[in-house]
């Protein structure tokens, strides 16, 4: 499903997006305007897109708590954080560490 980033006027399509919102189970809405978690699985070809501009992109989404970025290159798995303080952090988990979300 398609998310709606009000503050960048766009729209993007994240392989993965949760909402714990209600404001997103509208029948008639078509887009996620409050998602918590993002998974994007990246190819070569748009891993500096992700990270770079649609990273930017998400960060205006007061909703997201965190944005994973999963390597089809590499086996490993980015996750950036936003915590109370409002600063982004990123963990990066290699081949046979175990990933927990903390979304919503």
């Known amino acids: 499903m398609k998310v ?9 399509y994240p392989d993965i997006a ?3 919102d209600e404001r997103d189970r ?3 809405q078509h887009f996620i305007a409050y998602p ?3 998974i ?3 190819p070569p070809s748009t891993a500096a897109f992700a990270r770079g501009e ?5 960060r205006t989404l007061p909703s997201l708590r965190e944005y994973d970025l999963v390597s ?6 980015h996750l950036y954080r936003h915590d109370a303080s409002g600063q982004w952090s990123r963990q990066t988990y290699r081949e046979g560490s175990g ?3 903390t979304a919503c």
């Open 4 to 12: 709606r980033l009000e503050a960048v006027n766009a729209f993007y």
């Open 18 to 20: 949760v909402t714990c």
């Open 26 to 28: 509208r029948p008639q």
């Open 36 to 38: 918590c978690l993002m």
């Open 72 to 77: 089809t290159e590499h086996q490993q798995v």
């Open 40 to 42: 994007e699985v990246l």
């Open 99 to 101: 990933v927990a979300t």
């Open 54 to 58: 649609k990273f930017a992109d998400y």
